[in-house]
């Protein structure tokens, strides 16, 4: 029966002449993601559909009209998907003023000088800085940005996005003062003489938010196709947008009617859309390449400006225990209306007490909608994003409702340097515990939260198999039993991410029948010594059976 069903798919097209989504691949080690057929040596693709895939000596005549790629020893592997991303932010961070990788506030304020002098006009908006490991040690200030921009209204987000520096022009039109009280879920940080010192964490970003240019929309569609482009090289084949702006989700659609989204996205959506959805219902354009269907919403803060909701206070800062961004009242019923209407559910959460609560919203959400109530039954799949400080008492919520863990690895190498500090050593036990929740049988979907990180999927990979940091530190306190194998990584990009979008009948692995996305690297992730898996890069991007991607 398998040998006929074969047969029938490579000779429906056979009349026609090949199109660019018929494709031969071969050349390398092909790692399928199948527990039934692991490796292959060639996959035939017809019409963006897997036809065949197996030993070389097996394959069937292909026409001469379907071109081949020769991998040339690159290792190949079912499409990778970026299973948290801000594909806005991905694509701005080309556009606008990048602090990533500046290693002190000396360098950050020199870029921003640079910048300013390169753009005379209007606001200056930025992002990337993180102070964890510069030698001042310490945040942004308005100073900082009055010193190198002087006059200027500037705004500089913090990597994480959970916290903005304005400079004093900025605080001035934005109206904001010693006497301003910080909104419910945000904080105004002041100094000794109780004046701002230009650091709004969380709810407070909003105090500005009048001042960040609006973008047209040709630079907006262009922001966007820069992010397209950064995606597809790094081999993403496609992405759980989170927190996409409602607003923006119509240009999505008519971009990838237009053939201007090369790569595959699952919007999570702002919550100001939440009603509109719920009411409509799921949305799909263009055979799926953009759909919409969850809404995503914030518990608490980060970590890293100490917005994460702990139980307990911060050990660096006993004066707080975080910020909580929603309250029950008010979220608890609008995890009903979606569950009425068939609508997943995307919660960041990342403090211990910030988790615990949103498990619990899950529990009585779920407890007052019957699964005959729901258009998906009990199949909702909702999530948490980032799951990264749990109690382990907490662990069992995630396979009681159960819910999908959407962790983000690289966390783990870049907070591994300020984490213990924050939290204290006991807390870590329950600290991106991909392993312990996998163990559990927990679906664990691997992301970037890029831009908050780099955004590269060998650097993913990398960080979940050997949780140290790129120059190879872990520290003695790391938990360094939390590292998964390299099977359990690439199902954290690939089959796993395809559940959590309700899509793993036709993607996350390369079997006959499914869609045909494929990422190329040219280190194997399989056997490659863990060091070297970051310096690799991506050699060819495929989505159904198109190249969006390859290296020269």
């Known amino acids: 029966m398998r040998r006929t069903l074969l047969l029938a798919l490579l000779l429906s097209g056979a009349a026609a002449s090949a199109a ?50 020769d991998l040339k020893g690159a290792a ?164 759980h947008f989170m927190s996409a702006p409602w607003r923006d989700i119509p240009l999505l659609e008519q971009m990838a009617e237009a053939g201007e989204a090369p790569l595959r996205v699952y919007n999570s959506i702002t919550p100001d859309g939440a009603a509109e959805l719920i009411a409509g219902g799921p949305r799909s354009v263009a055979d799926g390449r953009i759909i919409t269907r969850a809404v995503k919403y914030y518990a608490d803060g980060a970590l890293g400006s100490r917005g994460a909701a702990l139980f307990e206070p911060y ?26 209407g068939g609508i997943q559910i995307a919660t960041h959460a990342i403090g211990d007490r910030g988790n615990a609560s949103v498990m619990e919203w899950y529990q009585q959400a779920m407890a007052g909608v019957a699964p005959s109530e729901r258009p998906n039954g009990a199949d909702v799949r909702w999530r948490i994003e980032h799951a990264q400080i749990l109690r382990p008492s907490d662990y069992h919520w995630f396979v009681d409702l159960p819910i999908i863990a959407s962790m983000q690895p690289s966390h783990a190498i870049g907070d591994l340097h300020f984490a213990p500090a924050r939290l204290g050593d006991a807390r870590l036990d329950g600290a991106y515990a991909w392993h312990s929740l996998i163990d559990r049988g927990v679906i664990v979907v ?61 993607l996350g692995t390369i079997e006959v029948g499914k869609r045909a996305d494929f990422t190329a690297f040219d280190v194997d992730l399989m056997t490659a010594p863990e060091a070297d898996i970051p310096k690799g890069h991506a050699v060819l991007t495929v989505v159904d059976g198109v190249v969006v991607h390859r290296a020269e």
């Open 20 to 69: 660019a989504q018929d494709l031969l691949i071969r050349g390398g080690p092909i790692y399928t993601g199948s527990d039934a057929a692991p490796t292959a040596q060639a996959v035939l693709v017809r019409d963006g559909r897997i036809v065949w895939v197996g030993a070389e000596r097996d394959q069937p005549a292909v026409p001469t009209t379907v071109p081949t790629i």
């Open 76 to 239: 190949l592997f079912p499409g990778f998907t970026d299973g948290h991303a801000h594909l806005d932010g991905i694509g701005w961070r080309e556009l606008t003023l990048n602090l990533e990788g500046s290693a002190s506030v000396a360098e950050a304020m020199a870029r921003l000088t640079a910048w300013a002098e390169a753009h005379p006009d209007g606001p200056i908006v930025g992002r990337g800085w993180i102070e964890t490991h510069w030698p001042e040690a310490r945040f942004l200030t308005r100073q900082d940005l009055d010193a190198a921009a002087p006059g200027r209204v500037v705004l500089l987000g913090r990597a994480d996005g959970h916290a903005v520096v304005a400079s004093s022009a900025a605080l001035a039109a934005a109206g904001v003062t010693a006497d301003t009280v910080a909104p419910s879920g945000g904080e105004i940080l002041k100094d000794e003489a109780g004046q701002p010192t230009g650091l709004l964490v969380d709810a407070a970003e909003s105090l500005v938010g009048g001042l960040m240019p609006q973008a047209d929309p040709a630079a907006l569609r262009e922001a966007y196709r820069a992010g397209f482009r950064v995606e597809a090289a790094y081999g993403w084949t496609g992405l």
């Open 315 to 340: 050990a660096d800062r006993p004066d707080t225990t975080g910020l909580m961004q929603i309250t029950e009242q008010e979220i608890v019923p609008l995890y009903q209306a979606a569950l009425r």
């Open 446 to 506: 691997g992301g970037s939260d890029a831009p908050v990180e780099r955004g590269a999927p060998l650097i993913e990979f990398y960080a979940a198999v050997a949780r140290r940091d790129l120059e190879g530190f872990q520290g003695p306190d790391w938990r360094p039993g939390e590292a998964v194998d390299r099977l359990t990584a690439l199902k954290m990009f690939t089959l796993w991410p395809a559940y959590a979008s309700f899509r793993e009948a036709e």
